[in-house]
């Protein structure tokens, strides 16, 4: 079964400073990955995937994501964070061998940029 | 402007009474989605749906419902059944089942409070 964990419920940045969020996963197969923000009392929404190739995904807002596979991780990273990336991030996972179309979503990291 | 809308945004119900939440979405989607949120425990998948008059059971299908009539709708209806039902709940869409890393799109949700 696929899963996904990100062992993190929170994390606090400076603005100005890098930021990391970290993603790690476990499926039978090769796996599709996913990142979605949430901000408050609002919908989830799409950030960037991996599917294939470059193992560095680009992505909304600056955002990009390296996907490891010795590692099974998919960190979310960004070079300078601001106020405004202040928000919920989760984390998906889909198994490219299951045939139900089911994404299973880590429990989020919440993320603070303090000015 | 394409994309999913949920409505309302806040519910109110009262103990022992069955509630359906709206999900239309305008995108031409095949696959529908409905997930649960509470606090710290990520999104968990009720019901999906990958074509028009079929449906599947998610994690955590026991007290709710759904019918997928028309590739636009998808509602889910809350049951007396439902033990703890207050929770933000999300509807999801993605293009095609099973397509290759297909992202969702998600509808900004329903507040659900029990009184």
């Known amino acids: 079964a696929q899963s996904v964990a990100q062992p993190e419920d929170q994390v606090n940045v400076a603005e100005g400073n890098p930021l990391t969020v970290k993603c790690t996963y476990s499926?039978?197969?090769?796996?599709?990955l996913f990142w979605y923000v949430q901000y408050p009392n609002r919908g989830l929404q799409f950030l960037l995937k991996?599917?294939?190739?470059?193992?560095l995904v680009k992505g909304s807002y600056g955002f990009e994501a390296e996907f490891n596979k010795s590692q099974t991780s998919f960190h979310l990273k960004k070079p300078s964070a601001l106020v405004s990336d202040s928000a919920l991030y989760f984390c998906?996972?889909?198994?490219?061998?299951?045939?139900?179309?089911?994404?299973?979503f880590g429990k989020g990291t919440r993320l603070h940029i303090l000015p | 402007d394409g994309g999913i809308t949920q409505s309302p945004k806040y519910l109110f119900r009262k103990e022992g009474q069955n509630v359906t939440l709206s999900c239309e979405q305008n995108?031409?989607?095949?696959?529908m989605y409905w997930y649960r949120q509470d606090p710290g425990q990520g999104l968990r998948l009720i019901y999906y749906?990958?074509?028009?008059?079929?449906?599947q059971k998610g994690d955590i299908a026991e007290g709710y419902s759904v019918s997928r009539e028309k590739k636009e709708s998808f509602p889910l209806t809350v049951t007396s059944a439902q033990k703890n039902p207050t929770a933000f709940y999300l509807c999801?869409?993605?293009?095609?089942?099973?397509?290759?890393?297909?992202?969702?799109?998600f509808g900004p949700g329903t507040r659900l409070t029990v009184l």
């Open positions: 999801a869409s993605s293009i095609v089942p099973g397509g290759p890393g297909d992202e969702q799109f």
């Open positions: 499926v039978s197969g090769n796996p599709y």
């Open positions: 991996y599917i294939t190739g470059d193992n």
């Open positions: 998906a996972v889909r198994d490219r061998g299951d045939r139900d179309d089911k994404i299973i």
């Open positions: 995108l031409n989607h095949d696959a």
């Open positions: 749906s990958q074509i028009v008059n079929d449906f």
